[in-house]
């Protein structure tokens, strides 16, 4: 890999870090005000909701300068949205800034590796990405498990650091500085050469583009399974972060803190997929990883018959693992038919529109399961098959898009 790859991975990490970190500090402020329990995964909803609403201008935007620049910009609205938090902003509207910040970083990290690399290298440089980002939701979770825990933050509050009253906030500043080192590697990426589109000011324009690249992409035989396969998967993802702490504090009796570090587990499964994903699965064979996305749903409803701490640490990295191995080989191809068919940057928004609106309804509707009272354990049962069930049928799409290509081939081979 190119010199500047690793820089791309730096300033992912510790992008990626301080938000996980952050995500676990506010769930515990919102609980310190008392909010009710179902504005937990509305924290992700609110931090979601850019990526959908700008989706149609972000990858414009992402391909009208240098990378480096936009993810440098994004960066500084992260921030800004960090500082809020530390002000005393609620905590769902200052993750929603970041949440901004995050939209518009998105095309441009995802953006640069089509522009930087071969397109034979993506798989493997998804599996890097992939696993370093996991990596950073695992330090990320951790980091901010342990902050709050008590003894931790009365440590922080005795450290005197300048403005930083509480310990949420000495947390909060912490947090930021990660965003600043991440805003530093940003700097010292380097500019890959392509050519830059000037950014259209009409926004209609904008919507009526980002509507056509949405419809070429889902209309493309495989550009439809692996961008489903991903909307999918970072729906179930996002829904299971908050699953995972909900099951751990019903059926392990762990509290808020050890139950982040268990969902770090599962990011250390996912890592350990997407490396070997990496390793093993090549661009051309990566649909056929998608039974993987079956067995991963019904392996999380048996999370509903487990007691014992250290069985379900066993089963968070087997859960973690298959999905991981199934979505890196996807990510990579999606990013590839949509490099071909429109652009890094534009391909990529479609993505995030995609999947972060799956990421809204998937948590919209866990937050009402959860509002109307209906058991942690029917949830998951509810989720492992809904998931399950999802796969099998971009399994069997798949499968007849292939009998499509097949028997189209047949018929020009006989008009010959």
């Given at each position: 890999?190119?010199?500047?790859?690793?820089i791309i991975?730096?300033?992912?990490?510790?992008s990626?870090?301080?938000?996980?970190?952050?995500?676990?500090?506010?769930?515990a402020?919102?609980?310190?005000?008392?909010?009710?329990?179902?504005?937990?995964?509305?924290l992700?909803l609110?931090?979601?909701?850019?990526?959908?609403?700008?989706?149609a201008f972000?990858g414009?935007?992402?391909d009208?300068m240098?990378?480096?620049?936009v993810?440098l910009?994004?960066?500084?609205?992260k921030?800004g949205?960090?500082?809020l938090?530390?002000?005393?902003?609620?905590?769902?509207?200052a993750?929603a800034v970041?949440?901004?910040g995050a939209?518009a970083?998105?095309?441009?990290?995802?953006?640069?590796?089509?522009?930087?690399l071969p397109h034979?290298?993506?798989?493997?440089?998804?599996?890097?990405?992939?696993?370093?980002?996991?990596?950073a939701?695992?330090?990320?979770t951790?980091l901010?498990?342990?902050?709050?825990r008590d003894?931790?933050?009365t440590?922080?509050a005795?450290?005197?650091?300048?403005?930083?009253h509480?310990?949420?906030?000495a947390?909060v500043?912490?947090v930021?500085?990660?965003y600043l080192?991440?805003?530093?590697?940003?700097?010292y990426i380097p500019?890959?050469g392509v050519d830059?589109?000037p950014?259209?000011?009409n926004?209609l324009?904008?919507?009526?583009d980002?509507?056509?690249?949405?419809?070429?992409l889902w209309?493309?035989?495989?550009?439809?399974i692996?961008?489903a396969?991903?909307?999918?998967?970072?729906?179930?993802g996002?829904?299971?972060?908050?699953i995972?702490i909900?099951?751990?504090?019903h059926?392990?009796g762990?509290?808020?803190?050890?139950?982040s570090?268990?969902?770090?587990?599962?990011?250390?499964?996912v890592?350990?997929?997407?490396v070997l994903?990496?390793?093993?699965?090549s661009l051309r064979r990566s649909?056929?990883?998608?039974p993987?996305?079956?067995?991963?749903?019904?392996?999380v409803m048996?999370?509903?018959?487990?007691?014992?701490?250290?069985?379900?640490?066993?089963?968070m990295v087997?859960?973690?693992?298959?999905?991981g191995?199934?979505v890196?080989p996807m990510n990579?191809?999606?990013?590839?038919?949509?490099h071909i068919?429109?652009?890094?940057?534009?391909?990529?928004?479609?993505?995030?529109?995609?999947?972060?609106?799956?990421?809204l309804?998937?948590?919209?509707?866990y937050?009402?399961?959860?509002?109307s009272?209906?058991?942690?354990?029917?949830?998951?049962?509810?989720?492992?098959?809904?998931?399950?069930a999802?796969?099998?049928?971009v399994?069997r799409r798949?499968?007849?898009?292939q009998?499509?290509?097949?028997?189209?081939?047949?018929?020009?081979?006989r008009?010959?």
């Amino acid at each position: 890999m190119p010199h500047g790859f690793y820089i791309i991975m730096a300033a992912q990490f510790f992008s990626a870090l301080a938000d996980n970190a952050l995500l676990i500090i506010a769930i515990a402020m919102l609980r310190d005000m008392a909010a009710p329990s179902e504005f937990e995964p509305l924290l992700k909803l609110f931090f979601t909701l850019s990526y959908v609403l700008l989706a149609a201008f972000v990858g414009a935007f992402a391909d009208c300068m240098p990378k480096w620049r936009v993810m440098l910009i994004s960066n500084t609205i992260k921030i800004g949205g960090c500082l809020l938090l530390f002000l005393g902003s609620h905590p769902l509207f200052a993750y929603a800034v970041i949440g901004l910040g995050a939209a518009a970083y998105s095309p441009a990290k995802y953006g640069i590796l089509t522009e930087y690399l071969p397109h034979r290298l993506l798989v493997v440089a998804n599996g890097w990405i992939e696993g370093l980002t996991v990596g950073a939701i695992i330090t990320g979770t951790v980091l901010g498990g342990l902050m709050i825990r008590d003894d931790v933050a009365t440590g922080l509050a005795a450290l005197g650091i300048p403005l930083a009253h509480t310990p949420f906030a000495a947390a909060v500043l912490l947090v930021g500085t990660l965003y600043l080192l991440a805003a530093a590697f940003n700097v010292y990426i380097p500019d890959t050469g392509v050519d830059h589109k000037p950014l259209k000011r009409n926004p209609l324009y904008l919507i009526h583009d980002f509507n056509h690249c949405l419809r070429l992409l889902w209309r493309d035989k495989l550009g439809q399974i692996s961008l489903a396969v991903t909307t999918l998967f970072w729906g179930a993802g996002a829904t299971l972060q908050f699953i995972v702490i909900k099951w751990a504090e019903h059926n392990l009796g762990l509290n808020l803190s050890q139950a982040s570090m268990l969902q770090g587990v599962v990011a250390l499964g996912v890592a350990t997929g997407s490396v070997l994903a990496a390793r093993y699965i090549s661009l051309r064979r990566s649909v056929q990883v998608i039974p993987l996305g079956i067995a991963m749903g019904l392996v999380v409803m048996t999370m509903i018959g487990v007691t014992e701490a250290w069985i379900a640490m066993a089963l968070m990295v087997v859960i973690g693992g298959l999905a991981g191995f199934f979505v890196v080989p996807m990510n990579a191809l999606l990013q590839h038919r949509g490099h071909i068919l429109m652009g890094a940057g534009h391909s990529i928004a479609v993505q995030n529109f995609n999947e972060n609106l799956s990421i809204l309804v998937m948590t919209g509707t866990y937050a009402l399961l959860i509002m109307s009272g209906l058991s942690i354990n029917m949830v998951i049962l509810l989720f492992g098959a809904f998931v399950a069930a999802s796969m099998l049928l971009v399994k069997r799409r798949h499968e007849a898009n292939q009998r499509d290509f097949d028997d189209v081939a047949l018929l020009e081979d006989r008009t010959h």
